[in-house]
């Protein structure tokens, strides 16, 4: 849906939310305008939410705001990043990568690059412990797919012996690049193809200038962990909520703007992930021995 000549979504259930459809390239730049006009539109949603770009990070608007906690690596250079920021651990493993013959390159978006994405989707269906949501992906569908923000970004690819084995999807916007869709094949992880492509990413940055990469949310555990082993550090930007309807308005004031799922305590949410991930394993080798 285009909305002021910008592609919106709604999502969430009982309260349903607007926001732009892909808020990592778009920005909101006049907030009054484009809530005048998701009324004038009569948009059916509760509430609209949009959030400040890096490198602002002081609120600059009297919304009812809450903090969205990003995983960065700023950018000062690749020297910087590999010799201060990164855990030696991830210094052993780039070079390791480069010792086995890994080659990391900008890649031209082509048929030949998107079978070799399609063969890493469809190389297993579970990861970190979930069923792996392109796994069976056909040919035409991951082109589709990949092909719609092609003008705004870069893929790079780490190859072995002239075989894709890991890709970054590498988006650009203004201040900060986006690493989409990184993903490795799990029978070349003794490569480390991941960390070679993410410090291929930084040299890129330091090319272009670009003062952050931006790896999504601020976790904790095993994939929290692996973002701050690569530099990244917590740096919190404003997310702004504005009520479009009298549901929406009680949904910010009970805290359920985010779900209800918000309210369960960390430890419970916690408990319910591993459950998950034991349940998704457990399923997957009973089908894998049958």
């Given at each position: 849906?285009?909305l002021?000549?910008k592609?919106?979504?709604?999502?969430?259930?009982?309260i349903?939310?607007?926001r732009?459809?892909d808020e990592?390239y778009?920005?909101?730049?006049?907030?009054?305008s484009f809530?005048?006009?998701?009324?004038?539109?009569?948009?059916?949603?509760?509430?609209?939410?949009f959030?400040?770009?890096?490198?602002?990070?002081?609120?600059?608007y009297?919304?009812y705001?809450?903090?969205d906690d990003l995983?960065?690596?700023?950018i000062e250079?690749y020297?910087?990043w590999?010799?201060k920021?990164i855990?030696?651990g991830?210094r052993?493993a780039?070079r390791?990568s480069?010792?086995?013959?890994?080659?990391?390159k900008v890649?031209?978006?082509?048929?030949v690059?998107i079978?070799?994405i399609?063969d890493?989707?469809n190389?297993?269906?579970i990861?970190?412990?979930?069923p792996?949501s392109?796994?069976?992906?056909d040919?035409e569908y991951?082109?589709?797919?990949?092909?719609k923000?092609?003008d705004?970004?870069?893929?790079?690819?780490?190859y072995?012996?002239?075989?894709?084995?890991?890709?970054i999807?590498l988006?650009?916007?203004?201040?900060?690049a986006?690493?989409?869709?990184?993903?490795a094949?799990?029978?070349h992880?003794d490569?480390?193809?991941q960390?070679?492509?993410i410090?291929?990413?930084?040299?890129?940055?330091?090319?272009?200038?670009?003062?952050?990469?931006l790896y999504?949310?601020?976790?904790?555990?095993g994939i929290?962990?692996?973002?701050?082993?690569i530099g990244?550090?917590?740096?919190?930007?404003?997310?702004y909520y504005?009520?479009?309807?009298i549901?929406?308005?009680?949904a910010?004031?009970?805290?359920?703007?985010?779900?209800?799922?918000?309210l369960?305590p960390e430890?419970t949410?916690d408990y319910?992930?591993?459950?998950?991930t034991k349940?998704?394993?457990?399923?997957?080798?009973?089908k894998?021995?049958?």
């Amino acid at each position: 849906m285009l909305l002021d000549n910008k592609d919106i979504i709604k999502i969430g259930g009982f309260i349903k939310t607007v926001r732009l459809r892909d808020e990592w390239y778009g920005e909101v730049a006049n907030p009054e305008s484009f809530i005048w006009a998701l009324r004038q539109n009569k948009i059916k949603a509760d509430i609209f939410t949009f959030w400040q770009k890096l490198p602002e990070t002081e609120p600059k608007y009297n919304y009812y705001m809450e903090y969205d906690d990003l995983a960065a690596i700023p950018i000062e250079s690749y020297n910087h990043w590999f010799e201060k920021q990164i855990s030696y651990g991830e210094r052993k493993a780039i070079r390791k990568s480069e010792r086995k013959g890994v080659l990391v390159k900008v890649t031209e978006f082509n048929d030949v690059l998107i079978n070799g994405i399609k063969d890493i989707f469809n190389e297993v269906p579970i990861r970190q412990g979930r069923p792996y949501s392109h796994y069976g992906e056909d040919f035409e569908y991951i082109k589709r797919e990949l092909s719609k923000d092609v003008d705004k970004c870069e893929f790079i690819g780490a190859y072995y012996e002239n075989e894709l084995i890991g890709f970054i999807q590498l988006g650009y916007a203004g201040t900060s690049a986006i690493p989409f869709g990184m993903v490795a094949k799990i029978a070349h992880r003794d490569k480390e193809p991941q960390t070679a492509l993410i410090a291929k990413s930084v040299k890129i940055c330091e090319d272009k200038k670009i003062a952050y990469i931006l790896y999504g949310a601020w976790l904790r555990g095993g994939i929290g962990d692996y973002k701050q082993r690569i530099g990244c550090i917590k740096i919190s930007v404003p997310r702004y909520y504005i009520p479009l309807s009298i549901k929406g308005k009680i949904a910010l004031k009970l805290k359920l703007h985010k779900g209800f799922a918000r309210l369960l305590p960390e430890k419970t949410i916690d408990y319910i992930k591993n459950l998950r991930t034991k349940l998704y394993t457990k399923t997957h080798l009973e089908k894998h021995d049958g």
